[in-house]
């Protein structure tokens, strides 16, 4: 992909986004906007108790109260088997989704649903909620992931036997899996190394922390079929697992994907709604549900928090020759944890001959939790990228130099099993160099601290419909919730292939019933896979546009082409005809056949990994520890920007919350296991004041395989600041902390420590 | 729940006494409110106070000032006489929540409210401020210092509330300042608080201070050793220094999930000496 980038008059725009008008006039319908005649308010009553046995469970006060319409429990629910089921990409155990949804037997943390009511108000649901009596017999608990490895660690599962492991151990324990990577070997590398640094990391589970908690309306109809409407990050996701929950069958069920308030992965999997549709099944009526934000911090997933080794050696010249980790993620309440991306993207960065990766997947009494952002890396890399910038400054090399000297490029084999095609790590190195930020000199207090990123990306399964109007406007169809301006980089793509005015196409996310299935808007996967499905039911449309011209001029369709936006004869051998505009076809379309429309329904392949790599100045007071970011700036390959604004954003966004993991992020426990910070008032994300505007640099090397050049630029930017930010803290304050989040009693704690 | 918005200080006080503990104040409702949705609370009446015409506004009061009880964060800030003054007092009360709820709190909710860590209250007690007490005996006048008692609870007695707060009249050569820690830039709750006020003389030495910390223990801290190391001096960095020992000896923090003992403790005198010398700075100019 040498070539010079195609100009295009739409892709690479910064066009009016078509859902932006209801989204600033408050117009737009999120999860809980929604109301239906005769509706109900669900409410979930959940466990105290960090770790306890249900005896039992007694409803029947909450059903006499005036005003309930519906009480149920695990019991009012089929038992799943134990064992993975493929769920699109992922495979999900339906056993464990359905005891985080409704636990059955024990509750394994404080805050899971143990059973939930719907009654003609929202305070009538409450005070039922109140009067739901759970008998519990409390069981010892244990929230810490190295706690929770020891011998004698209260056991969560009393059937979990270690996976990935031979001989299967003889007794159960929190540990899930263990999962291994190796290229080369690792011990000879150190051996061939002129220095070798090994360091342990602890980082704590950090919320996706969107703005909008979980909502949804239920309404299960008698004759069996069940309208749901929900802010997720799939609809299709939400169909697939209530239908595998409840037993319903996939077509009596149709889910509407609400306007989406952030998700970051944590709306990728189901809490309320079986349990709306299971409350609007007894009750008969519809039923609305909301979380509290105390209910999602409480009860909706975080990711991992993790302990981890890293050890890493290099020559004098700086080029790395062996690597090790060992990584522990807490999965929380079930197995899950992102142990495996953690381990395969750890040192996927760099061309290295001698790796080694181990990891476990642990539980523990906590919520279970669900993916976000990069599912994994931002935990392992901080490590790596922590070692790595030790490494330059023990060595005297530039922290940019020695992540040239090691990158991956084209060719590279990595650890995890790939041969890496064309990608643009070296650019963002490149590009991060050049900038003033990384000449500009420092003052006192002050560090500044480089690390890079590496993610997959995903394609998966996506469907599209291009339909012709009678009036030469175009209807497109899609199913990927648009969680960061999808729909106009949809129509952006719609209309540089078929040639029309972008204005001219409206960009819809329909139903479930309504077009083919759809994996979840995740993984970076929607401007790449979903693109993809655009651009070939655009192409699919252009067929039937070019045949449509054909038939009106009478010659072989293959004389036909199709330049911007109009059919014309390919040559003066096929006849001197007046180019026909999409609008002109569209206009005889009954002439000629009757409706024109394209689709495309794909599983998308070739997604394009991506890099990123971040500079942050950050200036440390040294007296209260306290942190405050100067500049930052983030460089990301996005392979091609079809909506540079939108790009930006993603790369800011995500940028900002790795800077709250680094920071101030993390749930506080009391003793007996309960939550003390469910709320955003001492669960400290950053506020805008905190930070400055991040500089977002997009460097462009394509994709080959995506029609645009695609990446997907989602998940690599909230990779890097976890050691962008520490490696600038280390700079400022001349101490390793080797530990998250860098709060203010941490700093003057290890400030004190060193002196 | 009943709503009362009574036209007068008499009529307050009556519903107040008759509600025998159950009624509510309604000035800024930023705390109350949040309290009611939280399930904290549930009193069967609420009485909005803001129709009572003792309650509204800043007046210069011979040379000092009168601020009323339903005066809003925003409404002091704007205030340049009273910014002039008494800047430390109104930088505290300007730290309270975003500027949405700026344009609601009140200084005197704040100080009702009573938590340790209010950021309103050290540089007013600190200022020597008092408060205007209406109840069924009539109005009394009180330090500012007397009313809150501890976590949640102040001096008030059934059938009282605070009508207005007094700042007293000071010389040209004095300031104040107020400074806190929180992890982020706003919208938190103070891990340590510290207000200074100061009165220099004319060759710059100190004459009285006051050093008042928050955050710190059940109710502010008045730390006398703090201000007795700043008097007498030109607030040089051995006075400092000393005034920093003094409040970080003086602090009885707890560890809890907005800080540990050692960080408080180390942080008050930080604070504390950092309070003192913007004060001075600012009664210098």
């Known amino acids: 992909?040498?070539?010079?980038?195609?100009?295009?008059?739409?892709?690479?725009?910064?066009?009016?986004?078509?859902?932006?008008?209801?989204?600033?006039?408050?117009?737009?319908?999120?999860?809980?906007?929604?109301?239906?005649?005769?509706?109900?308010?669900?409410?979930?009553?959940?466990?105290?108790?960090?770790?306890?046995?249900?005896?039992?469970?007694?409803?029947?006060?909450?059903?006499?109260?005036?005003?309930?319409?519906?009480?149920?429990?695990?019991?009012?629910?089929?038992?799943?088997?134990?064992?993975?089921?493929?769920?699109?990409?992922?495979?999900?155990?339906?056993?464990?989704?359905?005891?985080?949804?409704?636990?059955?037997?024990?509750?394994?943390?404080?805050?899971?649903?143990?059973?939930?009511?719907?009654?003609?108000?929202?305070?009538?649901?409450?005070?039922?909620?109140?009067?739901?009596?759970?008998?519990?017999?409390?069981?010892?608990?244990?929230?810490?992931?190295?706690?929770?490895?020891?011998?004698?660690?209260?056991?969560?599962?009393?059937?979990?036997?270690?996976?990935?492991?031979?001989?299967?151990?003889?007794?159960?324990?929190?540990?899930?899996?263990?999962?291994?990577?190796?290229?080369?070997?690792?011990?000879?590398?150190?051996?061939?190394?002129?220095?070798?640094?090994?360091?342990?990391?602890?980082?704590?589970?950090?919320?996706?922390?969107?703005?909008?908690?979980?909502?949804?309306?239920?309404?299960?109809?008698?004759?069996?079929?069940?309208?749901?409407?929900?802010?997720?990050?799939?609809?299709?996701?939400?169909?697939?697992?209530?239908?595998?929950?409840?037993?319903?069958?996939?077509?009596?069920?149709?889910?509407?994907?609400?306007?989406?308030?952030?998700?970051?992965?944590?709306?990728?999997?189901?809490?309320?709604?079986?349990?709306?549709?299971?409350?609007?099944?007894?009750?008969?009526?519809?039923?609305?549900?909301?979380?509290?934000?105390?209910?999602?911090?409480?009860?909706?997933?975080?990711?991992?928090?993790?302990?981890?080794?890293?050890?890493?050696?290099?020559?004098?010249?700086?080029?790395?020759?062996?690597?090790?980790?060992?990584?522990?993620?807490?999965?929380?309440?079930?197995?899950?944890?992102?142990?495996?991306?953690?381990?395969?993207?750890a040192f996927a960065p760099y061309d290295l001959d001698?790796?080694?990766?181990?990891?476990?997947?642990?539980?523990?009494?906590?919520?279970?939790?669900?993916?976000?952002?990069?599912?994994?890396?931002?935990?392992?890399?901080?490590?790596?990228?922590?070692?790595?910038?030790?490494?330059?400054?023990?060595?005297?090399?530039?922290?940019?130099?020695?992540?040239?000297?090691?990158?991956?490029?084209?060719?590279?084999?990595?650890?995890?099993?790939?041969?890496?095609?064309?990608?643009?790590?070296?650019?963002?190195?490149?590009?991060?160099?050049?900038?003033?930020?990384?000449?500009?000199?420092?003052?006192?207090?002050?560090?500044?601290?480089?690390?890079?990123?590496?993610?997959?990306?995903?394609?998966?399964?996506?469907?599209?419909?291009?339909?012709?109007?009678?009036?030469?406007s175009i209807s497109l169809t899609e199913g990927s919730p648009d969680i960061g301006g999808s729909r106009a980089s949809m129509a952006l793509m719609a209309a540089e292939t078929l040639g029309v005015d972008y204005h001219s196409i409206k960009p819809s996310v329909v139903d479930t019933d309504a077009i083919g299935y759809h994996f979840v808007t995740g993984g970076s996967r929607v401007t790449f896979a979903t693109g993809m499905a655009v651009v070939e039911a655009s192409k699919a449309a252009i067929d039937e546009l070019r045949a449509r011209a054909a038939k009106v001029w009478d010659v072989d369709v293959d004389g036909v082409v199709w330049e911007d936006g109009h059919a014309k004869p390919a040559s003066t051998n096929v006849g001197d005809f007046e180019p026909m505009s999409l609008a002109e076809i569209a206009k005889v379309a009954n002439k000629t056949g009757g409706p024109i429309s394209g689709h495309a329904d794909i599983n998308a392949k070739g997604a394009g990994p991506a890099f990123g790599t971040h500079i942050c100045d950050v200036e440390v007071d040294p007296d209260t520890g306290h942190v405050t970011v100067l500049r930052y700036t983030a460089v990301q390959d996005a392979g091609r920007a079809i909506h540079p604004a939108y790009v930006e954003g993603q790369i800011q966004g995500g940028a900002v919350q790795g800077i709250g993991w680094a920071l101030n992020e993390e749930y506080i426990y009391d003793k007996n296991g309960r939550l003390e910070n469910a709320g955003f008032l001492d669960y400290r994300v950053p506020v805008a004041s905190d930070l400055p505007m991040i500089d977002a640099i997009i460097v462009e090397v394509p994709n080959p395989t995506h029609p645009f050049g695609v990446r997907g630029v989602g998940e690599v930017p909230i990779i890097p600041p976890l050691a962008a930010v520490s490696n600038a803290v280390a700079a400022a304050t001349g101490v390793r902390f080797n530990q998250l989040p860098l709060s203010p009693p941490t700093i003057l704690a290890g400030i004190a420590a060193s002196k | 729940m009943r709503y009362e918005a009574p036209g007068s200080v008499d009529e307050a006080v009556k519903l107040l006494a008759d509600a025998n503990g159950a009624a509510r104040v309604l000035a800024g409702g930023t705390d109350l409110l949040v309290q009611l949705r939280a399930g904290m609370i549930s009193p069967e009446v609420v009485i909005n106070i803001k129709d009572i015409s003792e309650t509204k506004g800043i007046t210069a009061d011979g040379g000092g000032f009168c601020i009323g009880a339903t005066v809003s964060g925003a409404e002091m800030g704007e205030h340049a006489a009273l910014v002039a003054a008494w800047p430390g007092v109104v930088e505290g009360v300007e730290l309270i929540g975003s500027t949405q709820i700026q344009g609601r709190a009140t200084m005197v909710g704040n100080l009702c409210n009573a938590s340790p860590a209010a950021d309103g209250v050290p540089a007013l007690i600190a200022a020597g401020a008092t408060c205007t007490v209406a109840g069924p005996n009539g109005q009394r006048e009180v330090p500012v210092a007397d009313i809150p008692t501890g976590p949640g609870k102040n001096s008030l007695a059934n059938g009282e509330f605070i009508v207005n707060v007094k700042l007293p009249a000071r010389p040209g050569n004095a300031s104040d300042a107020y400074l806190r820690m929180i992890p982020r830039t706003e919208m938190d709750i103070a891990i340590v608080g510290a207000g200074v006020n100061l009165v220099l003389d004319d060759s710059g030495t100190c004459t009285e201070a006051s050093v008042i910390l928050g955050a710190v223990g059940p109710k502010t801290i008045t730390v006398d050793a703090a201000a007795a190391a700043l008097v007498g001096t030109k607030v040089d960095e051995a006075a400092l220094a000393a005034c920093a020992a003094a409040a970080s000896a003086a602090a009885t923090p707890i560890d809890d999930k907005r800080g540990t003992v050692v960080y408080r403790t180390k942080v008050s005198g930080v604070l504390a000496s950092r309070a003192a010398a913007i004060a001075a700075e600012r009664a210098r100019s």
């Open chain 1, 1 to 345: 992909m040498n070539e010079q980038p195609k100009q295009y008059k739409w892709v690479g725009t910064r066009a009016i986004r078509p859902d932006g008008v209801d989204k600033v006039t408050g117009r737009a319908m999120y999860g809980a906007d929604l109301a239906l005649p005769g509706m109900v308010e669900g409410k979930v009553v959940r466990s105290p108790h960090a770790h306890a046995r249900i005896i039992s469970i007694d409803t029947s006060k909450a059903e006499a109260l005036k005003g309930v319409t519906a009480v149920i429990t695990a019991a009012d629910m089929p038992v799943a088997d134990s064992k993975p089921v493929a769920s699109g990409e992922a495979m999900i155990n339906f056993k464990d989704l359905a005891n985080n949804v409704l636990a059955r037997e024990k509750a394994l943390y404080e805050g899971q649903a143990v059973a939930a009511v719907a009654a003609t108000t929202a305070a009538i649901a409450e005070k039922a909620a109140a009067l739901v009596v759970v008998n519990y017999e409390v069981l010892p608990h244990v929230i810490d992931v190295m706690e929770a490895i020891k011998e004698d660690a209260p056991v969560l599962h009393d059937d979990m036997f270690t996976g990935g492991v031979k001989p299967k151990p003889e007794k159960a324990s929190n540990v899930a899996n263990r999962v291994e990577f190796a290229l080369g070997d690792a011990e000879a590398g150190f051996a061939a190394a002129d220095l070798v640094i090994e360091r342990k990391f602890t980082t704590e589970p950090v919320h996706q922390g969107y703005i909008e908690p979980h909502a949804v309306v239920a309404d299960m109809n008698p004759d069996g079929k069940v309208d749901v409407f929900c802010s997720s990050q799939g609809h299709f996701m939400v169909r697939a697992f209530c239908s595998q929950l409840l037993h319903i069958e996939m077509s009596k069920i149709k889910v509407t994907a609400a306007e989406i308030g952030g998700g970051f992965g944590g709306k990728t999997t189901v809490y309320l709604e079986p349990l709306a549709i299971m409350l609007s099944r007894k009750s008969g009526r519809p039923v609305r549900m909301t979380m509290s934000r105390e209910e999602v911090f409480r009860g909706s997933g975080a990711t991992s928090g993790a302990a981890m080794t890293i050890k890493m050696g290099a020559t004098k010249d700086g080029k790395i020759t062996g690597a090790y980790a060992e990584l522990y993620l807490q999965a929380g309440a079930f197995p899950g944890s992102p142990v495996g991306p953690a381990a395969m993207t």
């Open chain 1, 354 to 472: 001698n790796v080694k990766v181990v990891g476990f997947d642990v539980v523990s009494n906590r919520q279970k939790v669900v993916a976000y952002r990069a599912p994994g890396a931002p935990i392992s890399e901080y490590g790596v990228e922590s070692v790595v910038d030790e490494l330059a400054s023990e060595l005297g090399i530039d922290p940019i130099e020695i992540r040239t000297i090691n990158a991956a490029k084209e060719g590279t084999q990595a650890a995890y099993g790939v041969k890496f095609g064309t990608i643009g790590f070296q650019e963002t190195l490149d590009a991060a160099k050049a900038t003033e930020h990384f000449k500009t000199p420092l003052g006192p207090n002050q560090g500044r601290g480089v690390a890079s990123g590496f993610w997959f990306n995903i394609g998966g399964e996506s469907c599209a419909g291009i339909r012709v109007n009678e009036d030469g």
